[in-house]
Structures are given as C-alpha cells and as structure tokens.
C-alpha cells in the first residue's frame, strides 16, 4: 500500500512510532524501516501481532468501505474478510489496495468468508514494513557485485545490525513471511492459494528491503 508517513517519534518503551496516512484513513503504528529517511511517500507492509478472535476483536460491520484509524479501543482495520482453501484456514483482509494478513481467526463462523469486518488490536501491535518493487528480489538474486542489491542507507527500527558486509543495513527482519502486496486484480482463489503458500512457510526469515 502506498502511504504518506510523518517523521518519528518514540513510545515509551524506545519503540520507533510514525503517523501513516492512507487513502481508507490514519494510523499510528510502530515503523520498521529506515529511520532517516522516513518522512515522505513509502509502500509498506501491514504486520498486525494479534492472535484474533471472532467477535471480541473481529466481527462483522454493515459498512462496505474500507478503513482503518483509531478509536477508544485502539487502532482499527476494516475491510472483506477472504479465507485460504487449507486446512486450517488462514484469514487475510482486502483492504483497499492491501491484503493484510490475519492469520487463524479463532472461533471464525463457515459462512465468514467475504464479509465486511473490522479488526481491533492495540496501536503497538501494529507495524509498517517498507519495501521498495525496484529493490525486492529472491534470495540469492542479484545484480552482480557484492552490494547486496542497493546503496547502504540508515539503520532500520526493527532490523538487526547486518553482520554480512555484503547485506544492506535497511533489509527489516520479521517472524513473518513479507512480500509485495498482492494486485488488486487477482482473483479470491488466487489470493487464497498465494496466502496458503505464504503461511506454510511462515516460520521462515525472509528479508524485505526498507
């Protein structure tokens, strides 16, 4: 998704905080990129840290728009709720043009799938990982050279310092399977099966650039 982000702040726990601003709404959220350069228009990566429950902090709404933003109960996502076709099922939201990850939604109804939903979560439990389409490639790809696929830049919130003088500093780190979002035109099925891949392999660390 292609956000406009306002400069950092810190939490009182050190964590690095930025106000997003999106087409379907603002949010605060904790950012995972490079802090020097963070001001400005980024695509990033939704990570919502929440094990969700139908209906405490997941649950069906009337409203057919999409939208996130804060509230009294803490940091919100609306959009259609699609499921992966295995077993268990794994739940995404479409999200205007994002496909945020939901992981198992505990106690989720049969009939849940293509429903309006709103997720609940507190503000630090959700993150923005930048990426850069003209930088993200495989691991092992390359364009030659001992660069690792970009200029060295500031250090990013959430990664570690690069011990591999030929890593980037700014590649964020996730327990998390990250990727490019997903085009809006792909079919459900497709997004399904993308998604069933995503999370069989989701105890791998996959490097996205920031």
């Known amino acids: ?12 726990s050190g964590a ?7 087409s379907v709404g603002t949010v605060t959220v904790r950012w995972c990129g490079d802090l020097e350069a ?5 695509h990033v990566e939704w990570e919502l840290d929440e094990e969700f429950r139908w209906g405490p902090d997941c649950h069906p709404v009337d409203a057919g728009t999409p939208r996130l933003g804060q509230d009294e109960r803490g940091a919100f996502f609306r959009g259609r709720l699609g499921l992966t076709s295995s ?3 794994f739940a995404h939201l ?29 503000p630090g439990k959700v993150a923005a990982h930048p990426y850069s ?32 003088p030929r890593e980037p500093r700014t590649r964020a780190w996730t327990n998390r399977v990250l990727r490019p979002p997903l085009e809006p035109e792909l079919s459900r099925s497709a997004r399904s099966g ?13 490097p996205v650039a920031g």
């Not at 292609?2 to 400069?7: A, D, F, I």
């Not at 690095?16 to 999106?22: D, G, H, P, Q």
């Open 1 to 12: 998704m292609l956000v406009q982000v306002e400069g950092v702040t810190r939490s009182a």
């Open 16 to 22: 690095a905080l930025v106000e997003v601003r999106t």
């Open 38 to 42: 963070t001001p400005g228009a980024h």
């Open 87 to 89: 077993t268990p099922a």
């Open 94 to 122: 479409e999200l205007a043009d994002a496909v945020v990850d939901l992981g198992r939604v505990d106690a989720l109804p049969d009939d849940a799938a293509g429903s309006w939903v709103e997720v609940h979560l507190e």
């Open 133 to 164: 389409t003209e930088r993200y490639r495989p691991e092992g790809g390359g364009d030659g050279g001992g660069s690792g696929g970009g200029a060295e830049e500031g250090r990013s919130a959430c990664a570690p310092e690069a011990t591999d």
């Open 194 to 206: 993308i998604f069933a891949s995503h999370h069989a392999a989701r105890n791998c660390r996959t």
